[in-house]
């Protein structure tokens, strides 16, 4: 690898302590915000703690991040884009409106529509725990809560082998296909700050996967 290749993988890296004890005032300003958010931050969390794609995500995100992103959510799971058609199409010609097959259509497009935004906006949402700019910051609970499954539960060998080992191992941002290959590689506890943290990995759903 030559100097200049190496240099630039460096600069890549992220050096930023993101730990419950971090100093660093861009963490801090963020995670302040996120607890006392406004109300155009207030509501695009509501939805992107919610919606599948980002409900696990979002807690690495900067609040500049989730307020875009969240808005234009609100824009995409309301069926707002029918009913503004079929506003307009109406208001300019509503006899032509009445009689076209294509109206109905549009109409149950936005009824689908409603059904599909009901289903996300009900969701539980997701809370913003133990990621980059995360205001709550918890231990690991020990797997008190959650269904077992092979996927989020070492394997009692696995287990055996980091009993006595105090702290993880660093992970690398490497993805595990379960905890017990986490285990075997000496990485337990797995915040979700980490780029090697993965939902189905955790138990509980508190932010840490694969607990040991």
């Known amino acids: 690898m030559s100097e200049h290749k190496r240099n630039k993988d460096m ?21 302040a915000a996120y607890a006392r958010p406004g109300f155009f931050l207030r509501g695009a969390v509501w939805i992107v ?15 500049s ?48 529509w409603a059904g599909y935004a009901g289903v996300i906006l009900t969701n539980p949402s997701q809370a913003n725990v133990n990621g980059k700019y995360s205001p709550i910051q918890t231990q690991p609970n020990g ?33 595990f296909e379960n905890c017990t290959q986490a285990f075997e590689a000496g990485v337990f506890n797995i915040k979700r700050s980490d780029a090697s943290y993965l939902s189905k990995l955790d138990r509980d759903s508190d932010g840490i996967a694969c607990e040991k």
């Open 11 to 31: 600069e890549k890296v992220d050096t930023t302590d993101y730990s419950a004890t971090t100093t660093d005032a861009r963490v801090l300003k963020e995670r």
């Open 49 to 63: 703690s919610r919606f599948p794609l980002t409900r696990n995500k979002y807690q690495n995100w900067t609040t």
């Open 65 to 112: 991040r989730t307020i875009i992103v969240g808005w234009l959510l609100w824009l995409i799971v309301l069926p707002i884009i029918p009913i503004v058609a079929a506003l307009i199409w109406y208001i300019r010609d509503p006899e032509s409106f009445k009689k076209s097959p294509w109206a109905k259509a549009l109409l149950a497009l936005a009824v689908a």
């Open 143 to 175: 797997e008190v809560a959650g269904k077992m499954d092979a996927t989020n539960t070492a394997s009692a060998e696995s287990k055996d082998k980091i009993a006595n080992q105090k702290e993880s191992k660093a992970s690398n941002g490497q993805k």
